[in-house]
T-cell receptor, first 116, second 111 residues
Framework: AQKITQTQPGMFVQEKEAVTLDCTYD???????LFWYKQPSSGEMIFLIY??????QNATEGRYSLNFQKARKSANLVISASQLGDSAMYFC?????????????FGKGTKLTVNP | SQTIHQWPATLVQPVGSPLSLECTVE??????LYWYRQAAGRGLQLLFY??????ISSEVPQNLSASRPQDRQFILSSKKLLLSDSGFYLC??????????FGDGTRLSIL
């Protein structure tokens, strides 16, 4: 069965510093996708970044980058130059294809607090 | 551009009452549609997904049901709500090989 593990319930970072949020996954599928979403206190889920299992390079989107280590089955999110607005829950998710749909399996999330 | 609308934003219902949450998507055709539930302080649990009109798959046994009467409309329902149905409900859409995009969610409280 596919599983996402986020071992950090909470993380703290100083404004303008970088922070890494950990994510490990478990799957026997050769093809899969990994996602990170941000959930502010208002509740909406905001897509941040995507990494395909066959992608050779780590994904980057502005201040977000994904440190993809396939052999270790890890997909850590790196946020550079943290801002106060980055304070939120962050969820790692893996896509599995089944029955024509593309389902996401989510981790339990990491609460990031950015301190001024 | 594509947008997703989900309503209501908050809902307080008594135990045993019916439920209807609606989600609509604009700007895309034949999307995959999803209903998730998030318990307080937890990750998202997939409840239902749909790959087309009238095609609904349930992920977990529960007190809820889903319907897709139109291509871009997804409805979550219950005939009689239970206390355990409280939570934050999120609708999402996707097309093949693209990320899922979520609505703003509905906070459902059962009294």
């Amino acid at each position: 069965a596919q599983k996402i593990t986020q071992t950090q319930p909470g993380m703290f970072v100083q404004e303008k510093e970088a922070v890494t949020l950990d994510c490990t996954y478990d799957t026997s599928d050769p093809s899969y996708g990994l996602f990170w979403y941000k959930q502010p206190s208002s509740g909406e889920m905001i897509f941040l970044i995507y990494q395909g299992s066959y992608d050779q390079q780590n994904a980057t989107e502005g201040r977000y980058s994904l440190n993809f280590q396939k052999a270790r089955k890890s997909a850590n999110l790196v946020i550079s130059a943290s801002q106060l607005g980055d304070s939120a829950m962050y969820f790692c998710a893996m896509r599995r294809n089944q029955g024509g749909s593309e389902k996401l399996v989510f981790g339990k999330g990491t609460k990031l607090t950015v301190n001024p | 551009s594509q947008t997703i609308h989900q309503w209501p934003a908050t809902l307080v219902q008594p135990v045993g009452s019916p439920l209807s949450l609606e989600c609509t998507v604009e700007g895309t055709s034949n999307p995959n549609l999803y209903w998730y539930r998030q318990a307080a302080g937890r990750g998202l649990q997939l409840l239902f997904y749909s790959v087309g009109i009238g095609q609904i798959s349930s992920e977990v046994p529960q007190n809820l049901s889903a319907s897709r009467p139109q291509d871009r409309q997804f409805i979550l329902s219950s005939k009689k709500l239970l206390l355990s149905d409280s939570g934050f409900y999120l609708c999402a859409w996707s097309v093949i090989n693209q990320p899922q995009h979520f609505g703003d969610g509905t906070r459902l409280s059962i009294l």
